[in-house]
Every structure is written in structure tokens, then in C-alpha cells.
């Protein structure tokens, strides 16, 4: 196995180095995606294997710098993020091929897919470090590589904020997580991680607490948790869209994997009922109005990154659903709840990255990110457009597909509230689940709209009319992604005693026995007859049934020939401005919860001089309310500038000065070491 | 006989009663009806004449469409049927009770709902979009209501899995001492079924005016055997919310057994059930106007709010 890990090690340094070599733009990016594609069939190997590596892997090297050893492991848990982040980051790789050609001459070809190779890696050592100063290089790596990312078009006014306010938030993140390993390192004298599970001296209970929120709101403002989430709707279209796939699907569920962590692993699970509980919270909050302002966005890439933010509510609904049933003792309800949680992160890398790369080959082919400009694209761009439906199908959670799997197993443990013995939760747990019922219709009409307005109808620009199918090697990327969502749907014999090696150790039961029932052929926590779904049948249902009405048609009609005429467009030829918009579809429904929305909407009418009853030109504006923007982060960047401000008197440009200070720090520093 | 084969007769049956009995039923609302507006109307079993009249005509696509358009009618289609086959009729025990619960019901049907929106939208004209834009957002408040009262009735049966919920209620298992919570989620769960099945007053099925049409918007531009399949989608859609509620709430008389006899006495029963219902869905809709489409949201507020109650009063009783 640890033969497999070099190939990977070695294949993404490759990747980083190799690029920069050869003269030709195509050679360039085509080195890059082959160092790539070999390190990531080598990463998906090593995920596998960990998976039912019946111990877990270890590999150390000593440094020079005290308390850091570049030690890595590989257990169950690290095993499915090294397996997701290498699959992802192969659909990636080989869409690059074709993609990257609408960045030639434009930007550095050459360091787009260097970086792009150092960015897989340090994601991937992220969920493999196994000592905490390690974790913390190789974490602002990662945020590092995924910021130069960002700005890989930096010619352009709006990428370069994005990529500073990404920055700026990142690196608050890092200040949380880096306090959170502070303090287990307090107690544990060490940095490995193995010191943090079983430290010298147990944590106080204050302590204990302050690494849970230190570590949600650190890890969360990766993950993008509501308030935190406001840098991704930013960084992520910004993006070149095949890292855009990378950061959405995989990055920010690093954050994820880093959670589970800390709190089952390092904290032993345990931990107050409260916990669980604002984790819930945070989820169902990040669930709702992800997925609201998400409707709202007539941007698609924006519209997903919005989507992204949604996701990682559900799967923090499971997580937060676990926790609590792991404070009462319910541990096989706890392991559900992870399960169900791990399950839903895997199938977001799948679908979001899938939608991300149908985003990007929308942009390769029309040159716009606008949703109102597509239109008609589904008979222009036949592949990308099955595989954006495929997508748009997984992540409404519609069977037979993977997003329906997880979030019924969701949707199942959150019912399984009526076991707790407290009121309070048993209430609140199903309020969650009507929520989540809402999340859920919510995100259908979103890519309703998504879908509908860019692939059907008429074409509604002149870029959407030209728009041609994308190459081969980007429907290659999107195909496998594809099918993978399908079959995750399918295959929840096979994922699910998979995904139990990993929640068996941190909760101490194996449930495969419990949620596999009928050979792997039904889902069903707890057992058949209180809750039971069987995908594979279901999708036998779905076909059956097609069958039968295609057979009910002839029957009835015989053979029947279609004729083909224009719509009815009330007596006038049919024009794409008489089509349903992005903004009126959702109009409805911005209108229901303006109270969340606080739109403003402004119509200006210029009529002719001659005549009140003909306007010259009509002006529509409309925007809703950055809410957290405005009074969460508005209020606090305009006191950091307050200071700056006044800090500014030190900066007078004198070198004297500035000696003077080193001069008056070093007396300091070594008053203190005296 | 094999348990595999008694399985799938049973299907058959369950596909057969299902699909001759949602016709009848539009057939019988509408009936009823006329006869409150003092009109004779049709005979009820005119729908039938209707789905084999539209088959044997041919069909009229849109030139802008693409093969969304043609596909929406069979995956409506088969989406509606699957979701029928989770749903006890006349014998208590479904056989494909494990292939799917209640929740994997929701999800079917939004399956239809999601390629509906999509057709609607496919055909370019004005009205579809506008059908499609006002189902998203009905169906997006039905959804949270219909998942809390289902838990609610989940929680005293003991189950999520339709047909064990309504073969223990058949048996009088479980059933909680006081019905309360039971009744609340039923009304909650009729306004869900109204505005689900495109039911006065959220929507209404007989009217085709610009301004006020949701469901029929959407399918505007559909003709001939695509219309058929549609329009008995729409009445097995129908068909299922109402066996849903007879049998969840009143499963007396449904064949727990499989003896020739019992199943008899299910069938008969079960017709007679889902009429009910149907006459009183027809009443229903000659009390009552069709609400604006922004009052929607209070009467699916209501709904939410009766479930949330059902479900507080079922942990206070039972605490």
C-alpha cells in the first residue's frame, strides 16, 4: 500500500514540476492532467484499499523542527476523503484537457496546471496528516494553491476582490483551527495526533467547549456554515470552473472530514447534548437559506456555489443528528446519523462537481456565466446536457438517484427522534426534518429553473445560438461523474458496510447488519417494517412503468406519427422575449419569503413626449438584501479601518524608524526571556 | 403457489385497479359537480372516452422542444404508477411495502413535479413558464406540511412504511387512546392532497383562463396520446392521495389476509372509500372559490402548523 502512496506523492509533485518544462501550450496543460490522472488513479486505489485495510497505515518522517514529524495515516475515515477527493479530482483532470484551451494565451497554462496538481495534493495530505503542526502547513497550502487558483484570471476587476475576501476569510478560518490545536496541544504535549486522542491530562470541560466552537467556526468557515459562508458565492465562480468542481465538491468537505475529527475522534465523542444541537442548527440554517439565496441567482456558477452551502447543511443535519443521539447513548442511531452524513458528502462530490464542470462547459461554449443569456442549449449541446440533468435530477435528491439515497437516510434519522428522551429535541428534530422537506423542493424548483431556462426553449442570445458541444475530453469528465451519480444511487449494498468501517470505530457499533436488510437489496435503519427503501427496485418500478405506458400508448393508439408545428405564441411568431426568465420563474417565490429576501426593486418608465401611453424605455432593477454583508461583516471590516487608520501614524516611510522598532521588539522579546 | 408469483399477481392487480379506478374518479368529481350546479353533466365514466379518444390522435410537438417534451408524459407517468404501488388499495400488505416508505413516495411524485416544470418550460410560450414557475412554488410549501404529518402518523403506528402503518391501524394496534394527533394530521393532510392533486382552491382543473390555470398551463402545449398518459397521471396522482388518506385514517375493511373472501370484501370497501372522498372533494370545490395564488401560502400554513400540532400533541399525551 505504501507503494501506492508514493505513485501518488510522486505522481503530483510530477504534476507540479513538469509543466513548467515544455515550450508548447496543448504539451503543457497536457502534462499537467496526465500527472494528474496517474496520482489520482493511484489515490482512488489507496482509498480503496484503506477502506478495508483491516488496520490503519501509518508512514512517519522526522524533521529538523521540533514537534513536527510528517506523519501520515491512513484509516477508514481518511480512506473515503483520499477515495473521493482522487475520483473528483480525476473527472477534473481529464475535463482539464479540453477546458483549459479557452485559457491559452490568456493566462499561464503551465501554472494553472501546476497549481492544479499541488492543490489535489494538499488536499489529499490534508485528510492524511496524522501530526498537527503537519495538518496546519499543509492546510493553508491548500488554501494557498485553491487562492492562486481563484486569480487565475486576475486580468479580470471582479476576480481580484474575490480572491482577497477568500483570502481574508480563509486565513480567519486558519486563526480558529490553529487555536484549536493549541489547546489540545496544551494538554497533550505533542502534536501528534495520537497524543490528542489520549492526552496526558484530560481537557477541562471549558477547554473542551472552546475547542468545539473554536473548531466549528474554523473548520466551518471552509465548509462555508452559515454566517461564514459568505466568501463562497465569491471565490468559487471566480474560479477556472474545473477547480471551481475541485473547491466545491472535495475542498470544503476537507472541513468536513476535519470535524468528524476533532470531535469523534480526538474529543472521544464525548460531549453535552448542546453540541449536536447547534451543529443541527448550524446545518439546518446553512440548508435553508443556502439554497434560498441560491434561487435568487441567475449567475449558474454563483447559483451552485450557493447550492454547495446548502449541501454541507444536510450533511451536518446527519452529523448534528449523530452527535446528539451519541450524547444520550443511542449509539446506533449516531452511527446512522454519520453514515448518513458521510454517505451525502460523498454524493455532493459527485453532483456538484458534475454540475460545476456542465457549468464550465456552458461557459466554454457561450462565453457567459448569465443564466439569461443561455436558452435552447439541450439541442445544441446534447451530452453536456444529459449530464447536467443527471446533476440537476441527483442534487433535487429525485430517485433513483445517489442524493435521493442520503438524504432519505437523513430524513430517516432525524425521525428517529422519538427515541430521545428529552421534549425539547424530539420536537426540534422533526421541525429540522420539515425543513429539510423544504430544502429539498426547494432545491427541484431552483434546478428546475437551472435546467429549464438554459437548456429549453429558444435560444435567448446570439452566444447561446452559436453554442457548439463541448470536446471529448470534457464529456469524458462529466460522463464518468455521471454515471458515478447514478450508481451511488443504486449501490447502497456496497456503500454502506463500507461507509460502517469508518462510523463503527468512532461509535463503537457496526449497523450494516441493521440498515442492509433483504440480502442489500433494501435500505432500512431500524428494520423492514419501520422504514425501508430499495433503490434498485425503485428504479426497476420507474422503468417498468415507462414500459408500460409506452405499451398502454400502442395499444390504445397503434402507430402513431407526431407532427411537428411552431407554439402558439398568441397570434405572433414566437420570439425568445416572450419566454418564462430566470427572474420571473422565481418571482413567486421571492415574493412568499420576501421577508427573508428584502428585495428592492426599482421600475423606471420614460414615456414619449408626444403621448402618457407609450414609454420610450422601461428600467428594471432589482436586487435582494445582502443581509449577513450588511450587518454582520459591513460593521466589522469598517472598525478594522478605523484602526488601520489610526495604526497608520507608525508607518511614517522613515528607515530609521522602522530599525528603531525592530530595535525596541528585540529588547522586549528578550526582557521576556530573561 | 410461489411467493414470487403471488407477489407480482398482486402487483398486476394493485397496477390494474389503480389504473382503471382513476378515471372514474375525475369522471365522479365532476359528476358531482355538475349535479351542485344544476347542470347534468357527463356520464362518469366519460374520462375513460377521453384518455382513448386522445390516444387515437395524432399527436402535435413543438418545433422548439427538445426530447424533454416527449419523455415528460412516460416518466409522469411511471413516476405516478410507482408511487401508486407504495400505497395499500384493498389488501393491507403491499408487496412492494419494502421498496420504498412514505418519504420515497413524496420523492416519486416530486420526480413527475420536477420533468412537469421542465416541459412546461420546454415549449417556450409564456403560459407554460408561468405554470411551471407557480407549481414550483406550491409545491415547495406543500412539501414541509406533508412531511410532518406523515410523522405524525408515523409516530403512533410505529412506522414510516405505508403498508405497515395501515395494516396495524387495520388491526387496531398502536393505535393511540386518544385520536387527536391522528385528526390533525388528517386535515393537514387533505389540504396537502388538494393542493397536490391541483384541487380547488389552490388550483383549479376545469379552467384554462391565462390567469388563474397552474397544472394546465404547464401541459398547454401537450396533445393527443401524451395528453392521455397525462391526464391519467393527473387522475392517478388523484387516486393515490385519496387511497393514501382513506386507508391511513380509516383502514377498516381493507383484506388483511389473502383469502379470496377478505380480498373480496377489501375491494368493495375500498371502492367505496375513495368514492366518498371524491363526492366530497366535489362538494368541496362547489363550497369554496379558488384562492389568489398568494393565499395559497396561509392555507398551507395552516397545514404546517396542524401537523406541528398533531405531532406536540402526541408527545404531550403520550408523556
Known amino acids: 500500500m505504501l507503494n501506492v502512496l508514493w505513485v501518488l506523492l510522486i505522481g503530483y509533485a510530477a504534476g507540479m514540476v513538469l509543466p513548467l518544462y515544455p515550450r508548447q501550450l496543448n504539451t503543457q496543460s497536457l502534462t499537467a492532467s496526465i500527472c494528474a490522472i496517474v496520482a489520482t488513479c493511484a489515490g482512488i486505489a489507496l482509498g480503496l484499499l484503506g477502506l478495508i485495510a483491516p488496520e490503519p497505515v501509518t508512514l512517519s518522517i522526522a524533521s529538523t523542527v521540533p514537534l513536527l514529524t510528517f506523519a501520515i495515516r491512513l484509516d477508514p475515515l481518511a480512506a473515503l476523503f483520499v477515495f473521493t477527493i482522487s475520483l473528483v479530482g480525476l473527472a477534473a483532470a481529464i475535463y482539464a484537457v479540453g477546458y483549459v484551451r479557452h485559457f491559452q494565451g490568456r493566462v499561464s497554462v503551465a501554472a494553472l496546471g501546476a497549481l492544479f496538481n499541488g492543490f489535489l495534493l494538499s488536499m489529499t495530505l490534508v485528510v492524511l496528516a496524522d501530526n498537527g503542526l503537519f495538518f496546519l502547513m499543509v492546510w493553508e497550502l491548500m488554501s494557498l494553491a485553491s487562492y492562486f487558483l481563484v486569480v487565475t484570471e486576475h486580468e479580470k476587476a471582479d476576480v481580484r476582490p474575490a480572491g482577497f475576501f477568500y483570502l481574508v476569510m480563509t486565513h ?47 473548520f466551518g468557515t471552509k465548509a462555508g456554515i452559515v454566517p461564514l459562508h459568505v466568501w463562497l458565492p465569491y471565490a468559487h465562480p471566480a474560479a477556472p470552473s474545473h477547480v471551481s468542481a475541485l473547491m466545491s465538491g472535495v475542498m470544503i468537505k476537507t472541513a468536513i472530514y476535519a470535524l468528524i475529527r476533532v470531535y469523534f475522534d480526538f474529543l472521544g465523542g464525548q460531549f453535552p447534548w448542546w453540541w449536536g444541537f447547534v451543529v443541527l442548527l448550524a446545518g439546518t440554517l446553512s440548508a435553508i437559506l443556502g439554497v434560498m439565496y441560491a434561487l435568487m441567482e441567475h449567475d449558474l456558477k454563483r447559483l451552485l456555489a450557493f447550492h454547495s452551502v446548502e449541501n454541507i447543511g444536510i450533511i451536518l443535519l446527519g452529523i448534528g443528528a449523530g452527535m446528539i443521539f451519541h450524547t444520550y447513548g443511542l449509539n446506533e442511531f449516531a452511527a446512522l446519523g454519520l453514515l448518513a452524513g458521510l454517505y451525502h458528502t460523498i454524493n455532493h462530490a459527485m453532483f456538484k462537481a458534475l454540475l460545476f464542470l456542465g457549468a464550465g462547459s456552458l461557459l466554454y461554449a457561450t462565453h457567459t456565466r448569465n443564466m439569461e443569456e443561455y436558452g435552447g442549449l439541450l439541442r445544441r449541446m446534447p451530452w453536456t446536457g444529459l449530464f447536467f440533468l443527471i446533476g440537476a435530477v441527483s442534487i433535487s435528491a429525485l430517485p433513483p438517484t445517489n442524493g435521493f439515497v442520503s438524504e432519505w437516510l437523513v430524513f430517516q434519522t432525524l425521525f428517529l427522534s422519538f427515541q430521545l428522551p428529552a421534549l425539547f429535541l424530539k420536537l426540534m428534530l422533526p421541525i429540522a426534518a420539515a425543513l429539510l422537506a423544504l430544502t429539498g423542493v426547494l432545491a427541484l424548483a431552483c434546478f428546475a429553473k437551472a435546467f429549464g431556462i438554459s437548456f429549453l426553449a429558444l435560444p435567448r442570445s446570439a452566444h447561446a445560438r452559436h453554442a457548439e458541444e463541448v470536446p471529448v475530453a470534457m464529456r469524458i469528465g462529466m460522463g464518468i461523474l455521471a454515471l458515478l451519480c447514478v450508481g451511488l444511487g443504486l449501490a447502497p449494498m456496497i456503500v454502506v458496510p463500507l461507509l460502517d468501517r469508518i462510523t463503527a470505530p468512532l461509535t463503537g457499533v457496526s449497523i450494516t447488519d441493521k440498515v442492509l436488510a433483504l440480502d442489500g437489496w433494501a435500505v432500512a435503519p431500524g428494520d423492514v417494517q419501520f422504514s425501508s427503501i430499495s433503490p434498485p427496485m425503485l428504479a426497476a418500478m420507474l422503468i417498468l412503468g415507462g414500459l408500460l405506458g409506452l405499451l398502454l400508448a400502442f395499444l390504445f393508439g397503434g402507430r402513431l406519427m407526431t407532427r411537428s408545428y411552431k407554439t402558439w405564441g398568441c397570434g405572433i411568431n414566437l420570439s425568445p422575449r416572450m419566454e418564462y426568465t430566470a427572474t420571473g420563474f422565481v418571482q413567486p417565490i421571492k415574493r412568499v419569503f420576501s421577508t427573508i429576501y428584502q428585495p428592492t426593486i426599482k421600475l423606471e418608465t420614460e414615456f414619449l413626449q408626444k403621448s402618457r401611453y407609450f414609454a420610450k424605455q422601461r428600467k428594471f432593477e432589482f436586487h435582494i438584501e445582502p443581509v449577513f454583508e450588511k450587518y454582520l461583516y459591513d460593521p466589522v471590516i469598517h472598525i478594522f479601518m478605523r484602526i488601520a487608520d489610526r495604526l497608520r501614524i507608525l508607518q511614517a516611510g522613515s528607515l530609521h524608524l522602522y530599525l528603531a522598532y525592530i530595535f525596541v521588539t528585540l529588547v522586549i522579546l528578550l526582557l521576556f526571556a530573561v | 403457489m410461489s411467493p414470487i408469483i403471488q407477489s407480482l399477481l398482486l402487483v398486476t392487480a ?34 375513460y372516452a377521453d384518455i382513448a379518444k386522445l390516444f387515437r390522435k395524432q399527436p402535435v410537438i413543438s418545433t422548439t422542444t427538445s426530447w424533454i417534451f416527449p ?31 412514505i418519504i420515497a413516495l413524496v420523492y416519486l411524485l416530486a420526480l413527475g413535479t420536477f420533468f412537469l416544470i421542465l416541459a412546461g418550460l420546454d415549449a417556450g410560450s409564456a403560459f407554460g413558464g408561468m405554470g411551471s414557475s407557480r407549481e414550483a412554488i406550491v409545491a415547495s410549501l406543500t412539501e414541509p406540511a406533508m412531511i410532518l404529518s406523515i410523522f405524525a402518523i408515523a409516530l403512533t403506528a410505529g412506522s414510516t412504511n405505508l403498508s405497515t402503518i395501515v395494516h396495524k391501524t387495520a388491526l387496531l394496534e398502536g393505535i393511540a387512546t386518544d385520536p387527536s394527533p391522528h385528526l390533525m394530521a388528517l386535515a393537514a393532510l387533505f389540504i396537502v392532497a388538494l393542493a397536490e392533486t391541483g384541487r380547488v382552491p389552490v388550483d383549479n382543473p376545469a379552467t384554462h383562463l391565462e390567469l388563474t390555470m397552474i397544472h394546465e398551463a404547464m401541459v398547454l402545449e401537450y396533445s393527443g396520446r401524451y395528453l392521455a398518459l397525462i391526464e391519467w397521471a393527473a387522475g392517478l396522482k388523484l387516486a393515490v392521495f385519496l387511497s393514501l388518506i382513506a386507508n391511513v385514517f380509516a383502514p377498516w375493511g381493507i383484506a388483511t389476509t389473502l383469502a379470496p373472501t377478505a380480498m373480496g370484501i377489501g375491494l368493495l370497501v375500498y371502492a367505496v372509500k375513495i368514492a366518498g372522498l371524491a363526492v366530497l372533494i366535489g362538494v368541496l370545490e362547489c363550497m369554496f372559490a379558488k384562492l389568489r395564488l398568494f393565499r395559497v401560502t396561509d392555507l398551507l400554513g395552516v397545514a404546517f402548523i396542524l401537523a406541528l400540532l398533531g405531532l406536540l400533541f402526541f408527545y404531550i399525551l403520550r408523556s
Do not use: W
Open chain 1, 172 to 218: 480567519v478560518g486558519t486563526a480558529f483551527v490553529v487555536l484549536t490545536y493549541l489547546i489540545l496541544f496544551q494538554s497533550a504535549g505533542s502534536f501528534s495526533f495520537d497524543a490528542f486522542r489520549h492526552p496526558e491530562q484530560a481537557l477541562p470541560e471549558g477547554m473542551r467547549t472552546l475547542v468545539f466552537l473554536a473548531a466549528l467556526i474554523g
Open chain 2, 71 to 101: 419523455a415528460t408524459p412516460y416518466i409522469l407517468f411511471a413516476s405516478t404508477l410507482s408511487a401508486g404501488l407504495l400505497v395499500p388499495t384493498f389488501i393491507s400488505q403491499t408487496p412492494l411495502n419494502f421498496s420504498g416508505n
Open chain 2, 14 to 47: 394493485q397496477v390494474i385497479v389503480l389504473l382503471t379506478v382513476s378515471p372514474f374518479l375525475v369522471g365522479l368529481i365532476r359528476k358531482v359537480k355538475a349535479r351542485f350546479q344544476c347542470r347534468q353533466g357527463a356520464s362518469v365514466f366519460q374520462p
